[in-house]
Structure formats: C-alpha cells, structure tokens
C-alpha cells in the first residue's frame, strides 16, 4: 500500500527546523502538485532563502518543506493522482501527504471564530488564531473500506457512480463516518444505504491513510446476512456485482487498501463466514 515505503522511516513528530541543501520543497495549486519539469522534486538549494518555508515532516533524514514555487520554466503541475504510482515510492507518499496538510492550511488561512488570520502554532501541528487562541489541527476524516462476503463465498465489487470524481475502475462499498456512530456501525449504515444488504460477522482487516481524501480508511470484511442487490443508491454506485474469485478484476496498481483487499480474496484468503 502506498504508505508502506520500508525500509524507509517517516518521522511526523513535530520538530520543525530550518530547510537547508537537498531538502525537499514541494509546492502545490489546487490538486495539482509543482515539480521540476524533470518529473524530479525541487531541492531547498533550487529556491533558495527568498521563500517562506513551512516544516511538514521528515523521512530518515530528509526533511520536507511547503513553500509557493513561482512560475517558471523548469517547473510543471501534475495532478497529485500521479503520486499513487509515483517511483521512488517514498517521494511519491511524501508529496501525498504533503498535498494533505497544504489543503489543511489552504482553508484554514483565517479564524473560523474570530476571522483573525492563523499561523502554525509553535508547540505542535496546529494552526493558532494569535487573537483568540483557536487551534486547529489537520482534518483527518475517518471512513470504511467494506469487503461483502455472500454464502456463495462470492465478493460485491462495486463502481462508483459518475460524480464520485475520476475512478473508474473496480471499488468496494466505501463512506465516510458520520457525526455519532462507532466505526462498525458506519460499516452496516454504509452497507445498508448503498446497497440495501444487511451484513454481521465484521472483521476488521487494515486501516490505511489516504491523503487524497484527508481521510483515515478503516478496511472491513463482512458476511451477506440479508436483503437483495435491488436497491442499489444510484447516486452513490453505478453497479454491483457478486465476483468469484477467478474472475476478472479492474483494479490498477497495489497502492489502495481496496487493491489489498480484493487481492486478499482472490488470493482465497477471505471466505464467508471466516
Ligand atoms: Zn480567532
């Protein structure tokens, strides 16, 4: 999955220091993410000290920084999908999660409570409102990943419908937590408003941070106990169907949760009723 990236470490202690040498600069518009025109990552040694910098995190002993690139000629925008099979893997993770804290403070640039503008606090990873005291910490939006089982050890794959941005490929039923629910219960909601099933026997399998929607997924498997694939939320899912292990499958690359799981089942390591 894309934050597994041993043998490297990544370090997001909050010990800011000053960016230097080869650190690395990530820059971003958007969703976009601003590169050397290389397709490489811009060096503190590039921009230079006329830039403000923002500490983000470290990994080994690199450390990252946000700043605004200028336009220039050695400069492209890619879209910060192009990180989930970014080579090396590591970079591509870090430029991911860099992206996540950007969109953090690209919203939080001023007081919800007071309008005051925020800075980043000095003690931890926060944003301060210096008039009030307002803190706010990085958005972290959990959600559920869900593996259906049937009797017939068959899994649901799912596709989202047209407006749930560009993935077009095979998915599991998926959604955020809602205000007052623990995470099993959001499995059976999700479950039951997407697809109109009922399902018990929760597993918990993996959790796996997902920067491109500030989210923290929790992945499930559960077992069919009722209901019928009539009901589908047309809104949310464009299709769903019962797939056999060796079937065909849509999934590009290894880097999502959802890849692992589906890889689990085909693999005949998940079954109904395990
Ligand atoms: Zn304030």
Redesign the pocket.
Known sequence: MIQNIEPHEFHNDWSPRRPSGDDIVFGYDRRNAILRSDQTFFRWKDLGSAHEYVYLFSIDDTAFFLTEIPVMDQAISLNINFTRTYEPRWLGYACAVGWHLYSWMRINRY??????QMMMDGKERALR?P????LIYPRINPAVIVGILNPDNQLLITQYAIRHGEYRHDALVAGYCEIGEDIEDCVRREVREETGLSVGNLRYYKSQPWPFSESLLFGFFCDQEGGELIKLDRRELKSAVWKNPDDSFDVPGNASLTAEMIQMFRDGKVKFGG
């Open positions: 007081c919800g409570a007071c309008g005051h409102c008039h009030c005291g307002n």
